[in-house]
């Protein structure tokens, strides 16, 4: 199977994604092309559940003027109490507290991100005050991220040059990673996807935290499980405690290939639920139609079908991080100059 078409690529509407980002390249998660599809250890089945696409009444659109803000193109909060973003590890940049966020042995907490890292920032700075945040940028599909993560030595060698860049940084020899997540906005999912089928990442990974970006194909009119299934396991995890994992979802049908709503509702009937439908408003002019919660595995539903409400789904982050993420973790506070 070849890759499929970027959804920005054929909606019309979303042809100004890019200049509204100013410069950020952004799309839709693409299916992967012909390579090996990742696979998580231990029974699973290929076919299973048939979710609903959005329904018809998801599909609408709001203006910036009608929402208060531009998604794609949000205000800028500056950097709290964190420096400006650093290089120096394996893979993009990381932005860490001018002083503190680690504790006198040297512990300190870290969340990777894929796809997105300066909208990502914005929200990150406005909930967080002492985990560090390394921000990786590949390209437009999923393609790319799951190319950079297949290798099994890749996401170690990341967090161990993340681990030697704050030994240098705070001058504590002994800096380790102690509390450790993975998030993903729109493509981003494909390098959490390789990750979480690694031995290190189950043995280390805490958290999960996709926004709007899991896809995977069909096989007949069934959700075809198999791709994802590592997605599966970590919300069982999740759902019984072990782990937390949040998924949110716009009502975006793409040509093809499920939407990031079906495969929630997936993930939720795997864990034995059912998503219950709502009425609420979000972040960024978004309006909450379904949520699922069980243990720490929590899933949010939003209407919506344009490049705007696939951009409102970064502002979903900063409550993720203040109502989930940040008492969980206790990251040990960090101070600005």
């Known amino acids: ?39 998580a250890a231990g ?55 001018v002083h503190g966020g680690i504790t006198p042995r040297g512990d300190f907490d870290l969340m990777v991100h894929f796809h997105g890292h300066e909208p990502i920032r914005k929200e990150w700075v406005q909930a967080m005050d002492g985990a560090v945040l390394v ?11 799951e190319d950079a993560f297949q290798a099994p030595d890749a996401f ?32 981003g999912y494909g390098a959490v996807q390789h990750i979480l089928t690694q031995k290190y990442a189950k043995d280390r990974v805490d958290t999960v935290v996709l926004l709007d970006g899991l896809h995977c194909g069909y096989t007949g009119n069934a959700i075809n499980g198999l791709p994802i299934a590592m997605f599966t396991e970590f919300a069982k995890r999740a759902a019984s405690g072990e782990t937390l994992m949040f998924v949110s979802h716009s009502s975006i049908i793409p040509p093809g290939y499920a939407s990031t709503t079906e495969t929630a509702d997936y993930l939720v009937h795997e864990v034995g639920g059912r998503l219950r439908d709502v009425r609420g408003a979000g972040p960024m002019g978004m309006e909450l139609i ?14 919506g079908n344009d490049k705007m409400d696939h951009c409102a789904q970064i502002g979903e ?21």
């Not at 921000?135 to 991220?145: E, K, P, R, V």
């Not at 379904?290 to 209407?303: L, Q, W």
């Not at 109502?323 to 969980?328: C, E, I, L």
């Open 1 to 39: 199977m070849g890759p499929l078409t970027p959804l920005f690529a054929v909606l019309p509407r979303f042809r100004t994604l890019a200049r509204a980002l100013s410069g950020l390249v952004v799309g839709l998660a693409l299916m992967p092309s012909a390579r090996a599809e990742p696979q």
């Open 43 to 97: 029974p699973t089945r290929s076919v299973s559940y048939v979710a609903r696409k959005p329904a018809p009444n998801t599909q609408v659109q709001k203006t910036a003027a009608d929402r208060g803000v531009n998604p794609c193109l949000t205000p800028d909060p500056g950097f709290g109490v964190y420096g400006k973003w650093e290089g120096g590890i394996a893979m993009g940049q990381f932005i860490a507290p």
């Open 135 to 145: 921000g990786i940028d590949l390209g437009t599909g999923s393609g790319a991220y």
């Open 156 to 187: 170690p060698r990341l967090i161990d040059s993340v681990e030697r860049a704050m030994a240098k940084k705070t001058g504590k020899a002994s800096a380790h990673v102690r509390h450790l997540g993975l998030s993903a906005w729109s493509a």
């Open 290 to 303: 379904t949520r699922y919660s069980k243990g720490n595995f929590h899933v949010r539903g939003f209407s």
């Open 317 to 337: 982050y900063r409550d993720v991080l203040r109502v989930h993420v940040r008492p969980r973790w206790n990251s040990p506070r960090g101070r600005g100059e």
